[in-house]
């Protein structure tokens, strides 16, 4: 029963981007960062001694019983778990004894082994836990590596959203994907329910890109492998503002990660290196604020509605967990995007650490999820 991502606590307050500077970028000719992928990982099979299902037949997994803890012991295994990820979207751990170091141990781990660059670490997000005072333990520790998902700071930036009598928001405005305004964004999220006093609520959905993918015509996916994206979070510097909060400018994670503009440019359409699978990437909600670009506004609109459609729409491509208390999920946020569901009224906390990958390129040469897995 996690609380919204920490990325989408107000964007839907944020004010737009200004025409001229939508305008100039625009007119110049928007680069698809296209180069082969490496040779995708095979899983080595160090996993199937653990008792573990699949949710769907497209996304999701679980491993009831396994502690993550057993598994930080060998890379051979957190390796596997990596690719794990890549292929089935999100896997989800029950009741984990894991602390903070662990988890950003984990998150770092599930990285480096599958292959990211070297100067790619732990997300600092900009809205940061330090200059807020906001400890991440009850020893007062200060980290700006780990977010703290909180009911009671969603509330405060979104009070709309869990009022008793408020409207409520049409659920797909909130599908994203984790930080992609950064110009190198998440590759692994790892997020720890450790607060949960309610026994109902708060559920977290998850939808696989590569499912999204697969279901466009031919025409489609090769119209949409030639775009790129503005991926935008105004929501920011919008909290400056009026709350008085210093952001985090340099070295968010990586040196390539700096400023307050917090837009980057991404390929719609990316190769997950780890699988070498196509996926949809250029959709939820940093690209709701943000714009296709090269093309007319009425037709960026259009495109970003269709690809959310694709994703909000589509049960069969999703899969909804339950949380218990010290749930821990795994997700690529490379190859897919989640929505938490605001209908609960108690406090909870989760914590979340975030891998940097690398930045987001698509191979044309790659191949989707069902042409890699015959069809499936």
């Not at 698809?32 to 769907?56: A, N």
């Not at 939808?207 to 920011?236: I, K």
């Not at 968010?252 to 503009?261: F, K, L, V």
């Amino acid at each position: 029963m996690a609380p919204p991502s920490a990325d989408s606590p107000v964007a839907h307050h944020a004010q737009e981007e200004p025409e001229a500077l939508r305008t100039t970028i625009n007119s110049k000719p928007s680069t698809l960062l296209s180069k082969p992928y490496p040779i995708p990982l095979v899983y080595s099979g160090s996993l199937d001694r653990y008792e573990s299902f699949d949710l769907t037949t497209v996304i999701g997994k679980e491993f009831p019983t396994v502690q993550l803890t057993e598994l930080l012991k060998d890379d051979a295994k957190i390796k596997d778990l990596a690719i794990t990820v890549s292929q089935r979207g999100v896997v989800f751990f029950r009741n984990q004894d894991i602390n903070i170091e662990e988890q950003k141990n984990l998150a770092q781990k599930l990285g480096e082994l599958s292959g990211k660059p070297e100067t790619s670490k732990l997300h600092r997000h900009a809205v940061s836990n330090s200059k807020r005072g906001i400890p991440v333990d009850d020893k007062g520790t200060l980290d700006d590596e780990v977010s703290i998902v909180s009911s009671d700071t969603l509330r405060e930036s979104d009070a709309n959203k869990f009022a008793d009598r408020a409207p409520r928001k049409t659920a797909n405005q909130v599908w994203h994907s984790d930080i992609t305004f950064e110009n190198i964004p998440s590759d692994y999220a790892t997020l720890k329910v450790v607060s949960l006093p309610g026994k109902v609520g708060g559920d977290t959905l998850f939808a696989s890109g590569y499912d999204a993918y697969d279901r466009l015509s031919p025409a489609w996916q090769d119209f949409l492998e030639s775009l790129t994206a503005t991926h935008f979070q105004p929501s920011f510097n919008k909290i400056v503002a009026e709350k008085g909060i210093e952001l985090i400018e340099e070295n968010r994670g990586t040196p390539e990660n700096t400023g307050t503009h917090f837009r980057a440019v991404h390929p719609v359409i990316r190769t997950n290196p780890v699988t070498g699978w196509k996926s949809v990437f250029g959709a939820g909600q940093q690209v709701e604020h943000g714009w296709i670009n090269n093309v007319t506004d009425r037709e960026s609109e259009l495109i970003k509605a269709y690809l959310l459609e694709t994703i909000a729409s589509n049960y069969d491509l999703q899969v909804r967990i339950k949380w218990n208390q010290n749930d821990l999920a795994i997700w690529d946020n490379r190859s897919v995007f989640h929505t938490a569901i605001g209908d609960y009224k108690e406090k909870r906390v989760a914590h979340r650490v975030l891998s940097l990958g690398e930045r987001p390129y698509l191979d044309k040469n790659s191949s989707s999820r069902r042409e890699a897995l015959g069809g499936l």
